[in-house]
């Protein structure tokens, strides 16, 4: 055995080591090598010595005569060194009978060089050995790490071939379908899985023709009937010639997320209903980007069609939906530096069909964590409707204020007259002043009718809405003929000829409170007729249905244009000469309300008659309709 | 008093009313100087010599104008706040008197720039008496620039 001294050994050089026992063809072999530029780290000529030195060595390449004396042979010690250390190992032979080839070939040998031999035939059998060696390890090495790759890949992940078997597969696969440890290599998947439905089976057949198969969630229910959502892929994998060689199959558990994402989904619904309910909508504007991001009732209650999605709105885009007079307080809103957490801003929006809608609008600073404003979130809310109830309440108010005022100062107004008069009596009486006694009385029975017929209207007023009779089914026609047979007495007096002209509505609603309107109307048309001498009053409708306009002319005075609102109004008297109350258009007024309609006026001024128009959509109904029927 | 005995012009829509002060000025014996109008509109038309009133013979400048709120056609305020802002009439003194003793009226009433604001006595003894307190302060110690 000789080994080269270690002064020689040069790194660049490739190392070789001889197994040889002939010492005169070790020596030959050699010198050739050295020749050729490769470096003979030692020559061994028996097994055991090889090995050991080979161990020790750790050589680039082997050259192992097949034939040696001793107890192991070439074939033999090749094996022995291939367990312990990765060398690829050239064979060197005189001769090649079958049997020994056919050893040699299953311990994996790089080449054989055949005795005798050329120094180029040596050398391209070392290169070639060299290189066949280099490609295997590298080879065994991207094995490796695939291997680890798909083992620790966080998914799970499985590797077939043609015959669905196990190549490479996941710890998340094992764990996830509950393989547990057991060796998976070269296992079938149906045998793992017999329970393996027919779908898959097909599924993992077309994938194998070459087809990509994948769904983003798919519902399992599991045998114990709880459900598991899955985002899988099964796609084939090819071979150096193209050919599907088998497929890959990849999936996850989703189950956790698409029960995170229900429940958003659920919790927004709610938001979203909660806004739209409460007309409040909320509103984030990007400091860094100036760009605004509205919640679906902002676009609501803005009245902006579309939707600007993701994106966000600019300020100057939404600025344009904001009243002119109101615009500096509004972009204050918007205004980081002029902000207080607890302000709230109240402005008017005007949405492009025109309608003005009144918000308040509260926000604050959003700040990252370095506590720099970012941004401003915000709510808006639609204070329209609560604006209106409350002027409807103002309103309200303001008349029960008109009320009990002109209750204080209409009935104390006939008492000053009883009682002063009470005391003209007294006096008159004594003096036995007849004709004064008689004026005395005169006012004092005027100061009392009055009183009386004040309490009586009053009383009437505010039982309307208060109490109803129970409605029913009445003709428009016989409610008027009703109103008529109860005013005939004052029409008969001043000669008035009534014409009516009635389409065939039917009312749903409380009859004696309707012809109360037309009864008022009526009364009304007989008192104003003034000097006309050929008085006539006209009862008619005009429209359809709920929008039919129900109207009563006259010829009389007329009403000049300045008194059109007044008229209706509680304790209103334009012409104290009238005998009145002035009661009996702001009933008539307030029956017409109750039925959600509209009452007004049209004279065309004094002395040229009047008309009282007005609907009655709450009577004409669906029940009433049925009775047409 | 000098020159001229004064007219008063009553704006009253309660004939009754209208009556206790014609009863009251005719024991002063200044009935012949009141003249009577039911409703403001009439106040105005008398004031500016209009309508029914355009002869002015027959509608004398007033030296005191005795007004009720309550008033027909043109409300009491209404017709207060034209006379008070007309300068031609500006000067004639106004006193409102009415049944109403509500402060929103009385507030108004001299808002607008009233010269007194009587309540109307429920009591006949107490009307007599205001009257004639009003008809000496007003028609003889009560000094006018004319």
Redesign the interface.
């Known amino acids: 055995m000789k080994i080269q001294p270690a002064e020689q050994l040069s790194l660049d050089k490739t190392s070789v080591m001889i197994v040889e026992d002939e010492a005169i063809i070790a020596a030959d072999l050699s010198g050739k090598l050295g020749q050729l530029g490769y470096q003979v780290v030692g020559t061994a000529a028996e097994g055991n010595d090889a090995l050991e030195m080979a161990c020790r060595l750790e050589p680039q390449v082997v050259l192992m005569d097949i034939r040696l004396r001793g107890a192991l042979d070439g074939i033999e010690t090749a094996e022995a060194i291939r367990r312990r250390i990765d060398v690829p190992v050239l064979y060197l032979t005189a001769h090649s009978d079958a049997a020994t080839l056919a050893r040699a070939k299953l311990t994996g040998p790089f080449g054989y060089i055949l005795k005798p031999f050329e120094e180029r035939e040596l050398a391209t059998a070392i290169e070639m050995a060299l290189h066949k060696h280099q490609s295997e390890r590298q080879l065994r090495e991207q094995r490796e790490m695939l291997g680890v790759f798909i083992e620790h890949a966080p998914a799970s992940l499985a590797m077939f071939d043609r015959q669905m078997r196990y190549l490479y597969v996941s710890r998340r696969w094992r764990n996830d379908y509950h393989i547990g440890e057991r060796d998976l290599q070269g296992a079938s998947h149906y045998e793992v899985f017999p329970e393996i439905s027919e779908e898959w089976k097909q599924i993992h057949r077309r994938c194998l023709a070459g087809e990509v198969i994948r769904s983003d969630s798919d519902r399992f229910v599991r045998a114990d009937g709880s459900v598991q959502w899955l985002r899988w892929e099964v796609r084939p994998w090819r071979d150096a010639r193209g050919e599907v060689a088998g497929i890959v199959v990849f999936s996850e558990d989703i189950t956790e997320r698409k029960r995170v994402e229900e429940a958003l989904k659920e919790r927004e619904g709610r938001l979203r209903r909660a806004e739209e309910m409460a007309h409040l909508g909320h509103w984030r504007y990007d400091l860094a980007t100036g760009r605004i991001n509205w919640s679906d009732e902002m676009y609501r209650i803005f009245g902006f069609q579309g939707h600007a999605g993701p994106a966000g709105l600019t300020l100057e885009e939404i600025t344009e939906f904001c009243h002119p007079d109101d615009r500096e307080h509004y972009l204050n809103a918007f205004d980081p530096s002029c902000r207080h957490d607890d302000d709230f801003f109240e402005y008017r929006l005007v949405r492009p069909d025109g309608e003005e809608r009144h918000v308040v609008s509260k926000g604050e600073l959003v700040r990252d964590e370095s506590g720099a404003v970012v941004a401003l979130f915000g709510t808006l809310l639609d204070t329209t409707e609560l604006r209106r109830k409350e002027r409807e309440l103002q309103e309200k108010n303001a008349e029960l204020e008109r009320f009990t005022?002109m209750i204080?100062?209409?009935l104390?107004?006939?008492?000053?007259?009883l009682?002063?008069?009470?005391?003209?009596l007294d006096k008159d009486m004594a003096s036995s002043d007849a004709g004064r006694v008689e004026?005395d009385l005169y006012?004092m029975r005027?100061?009392a009718e009055r009183m009386w017929r004040l309490l009586d209207e009053l009383l009437e007023m505010t039982r309307i809405g208060r109490t109803t009779n129970a409605p029913e089914r009445i003709g428009c026609v016989n409610v008027v003929e009703e109103a008529l047979n109860l005013v005939a007495g004052s029409l008969a007096e001043r000669g008035v000829e009534v014409r009516t002209a009635l389409p065939a509505i039917t009312f749903f609603g409380d009859r004696p409170r309707l012809v109360e309107i037309w009864q008022n109307l009526l009364e009304n048309a007989c008192k104003f007729m003034g000097d006309q001498p050929h008085p006539h009053i006209e009862i008619g409708a005009r429209g359809l249905g709920r929008e039919t306009v129900f109207f009563v002319q006259d010829n009389g005075v007329g009403i000049e244009a300045q008194?059109h609102e007044k008229v209706f109004g509680l304790f209103?008297?334009?012409?104290?000469?009238i005998e009145g109350t002035g009661l009996g258009l702001a009933l008539v007024k307030r029956i017409v309300e109750l039925n959600g309609g509209k009452i007004r006026v049209e004279s065309q001024g004094r002395g040229r008659g009047t008309c009282f128009l007005f609907t009655l959509p709450g009577a004409i109904n669906e029940k009433a309709k049925g009775a047409d029927a | 008093m000098k020159g001229e005995p004064i007219t008063i012009l009553l704006v009253e829509d309660d004939p009754a009313h209208a009556e206790i002060v014609r009863r009251n000025f005719e024991d002063f014996r200044l009935a012949n100087r009141l003249m009577h109008v039911a409703d403001g509109q009439d106040a105005l038309d008398y004031l500016y010599h209009r309508a029914k009133f355009s002869d002015s013979k027959q509608s004398p400048r007033p030296g005191l104008i005795l007004l009720d709120l309550r008033l027909p056609r043109v409300e009491g305020l209404e017709v207060l706040k034209i006379i008070k802002s007309d300068p031609d009439l500006s000067r004639i003194p106004v006193v409102v008197l009415t049944t109403s003793a509500a402060e929103s009226d009385m507030v108004k009433a001299y808002d607008n720039h009233a010269n007194s604001y009587l309540v109307k006595p429920v009591d006949l003894s107490q009307f007599v008496d205001m009257m004639k307190t009003l008809g000496y302060y007003w028609l003889t110690w009560n000094e006018y620039p004319y």
């Open positions: 005022y204080s100062h209409d104390k107004s006939p008492l000053v007259t009682r002063t008069f009470l005391d003209y004026q006012f005027t100061a008194y209103e008297k334009l012409d104290q000469t």
